[in-house]
């Protein structure tokens, strides 16, 4: 009988330490949102747009620190089709990270999507600065 209150004690702690990190964690990724400006091409500094012309035929995500400001970059390789965006879902931070997710969206129609060959990425400038970039 002991070792059944036992066993049931023991399950019952084990449950509520699994929901009680489950809740802290969410409540700690909530983070605050943060101010970005996405960049249009002829903006981007120098440094940017070599990287970016370096590793466009590939997928990458980087983050860039240039004159106390944050370049973060998201490239999606190669795709068959023109007519692509890459939507922001959010830009935040939490405790000393910046969290940023993106989707890539297709072409709206057949008719817009282009048969040339595209490359789609996005920079994304931050003022906080020194901090690590994570892409969810």
Not at 32 to 38: Q, R
Not at 79 to 97: A, C, F, L, N, P
């Amino acid at each position: 009988m002991i070792r059944r209150i036992t066993f049931v004690l023991a399950i019952a702690l084990l449950a509520m330490g699994i929901v009680g990190c489950g809740l802290i964690q969410k409540k700690s990724k909530e983070g605050k949102a943060l101010d970005y400006t996405v960049m249009k091409e002829e903006d981007f500094p120098p440094e940017i747009s070599k990287l970016i012309e370096a590793k466009k035929q590939q997928e990458f995500q980087m983050s860039y620190l240039c004159e106390g400001e944050l370049y973060i970059l998201k490239g999606y390789g190669i795709q068959s089709t023109g007519g692509y965006s890459i939507r922001v879902e959010y830009v935040k931070e939490i405790e000393d990270e910046i969290h940023i997710r993106t989707e890539l969206v297709g072409p709206d129609s057949v008719e817009t999507a282009r048969e040339a060959v595209s490359n789609p990425y996005l920079v994304v400038k931050v003022d906080a600065a020194d901090k690590t970039v994570i892409f969810d």
